[in-house]
């Protein structure tokens, strides 16, 4: 899939799903809606009309009633079944560490927030949630094998330690993991950007990206 975030979707619009998906791939609309029940609501309602929307998410921290409406609106929809997105809750963002979330009055590990938020979103009809590598498993014990797990911060291996220490240093991302490691906790989909839009050659590391998961799948599956 293609992410449209909430920097293109400012940018270009709907018009960036037209484009995208007439390439054929399908979209992940990562538009991370955050409001009152009803304004949520709406905006699920709307974004179901773009085009190849196969995965759309809200924040988990609007709270139970906010993720309702958003699934309410999702399952009422007049779309056939089969070309529903799924629905998936973001919990603690991955730039966030745990002296960040006590700065905004969270208290706790960031692990144990992702994975009751992660509860409180399965439990609201949400299909999943977007968190780290490191909360994947924990997920997976609480919520069971058949909520998505989605997860950001992906740093492949291919930059060495060195690479990665050096981009950590400029990135804005706290929790991080390689596309392997997310691979071996159990997620199922691995949200890659900058590792490939930001590299000398974007094809070559997106090819060795590809490798490196596909090495991954064929060790866990042994």
């Not at 293109?8 to 007439?22: D, I, M, N, R, V």
């Not at 144990?112 to 999943?128: E, I, S």
């Not at 989605?150 to 291919?158: A, I």
């Amino acid at each position: 899939m293609f992410k449209i975030n909430i920097h293109l979707f400012t940018a270009a619009g709907p018009s960036s799903l037209e484009k995208l998906h007439q390439l054929g791939p399908e979209i992940f609309l990562d538009l991370k809606f955050h409001d009152i029940p009803n304004t949520v609501s709406g905006a699920v309602s709307s974004a179901l009309s773009l085009p190849g929307v196969r995965l759309m998410n809200v924040h988990t921290l609007g709270g139970i009633a906010m993720m309702q409406a958003a699934a309410k609106a999702r399952d009422e929809s007049r779309l056939p079944k089969a070309l529903l997105p799924r629905l998936i809750g973001v919990t603690v963002l991955t730039s966030m560490d745990n002296a960040a979330l006590r700065e905004v009055g969270i208290a706790g590990p960031a692990s144990k927030r992702v994975v009751k938020l992660a509860r409180l979103a399965q439990k609201a009809g949400l299909d999943g949630v977007v968190a780290s590598t490191h909360e994947v498993r924990a997920i997976r014990r609480a919520c069971g094998k058949n909520f998505l797990t989605v997860v950001p911060g992906v740093r492949p291996e291919f930059a060495g330690p060195a690479g990665r220490a050096a981009r950590r240093k400029a990135d804005d991302q706290a929790r991080v993991a390689t596309p392997a490691e997310a691979i071996r906790a159990g997620a199922d989909y691995l949200v890659i950007g900058r590792p490939i839009t930001g590299a000398p050659d974007p094809e070559a590391a997106a090819r060795a990206i590809l490798d490196e998961i596909s090495s991954a799948l064929s060790a866990s599956s042994r």
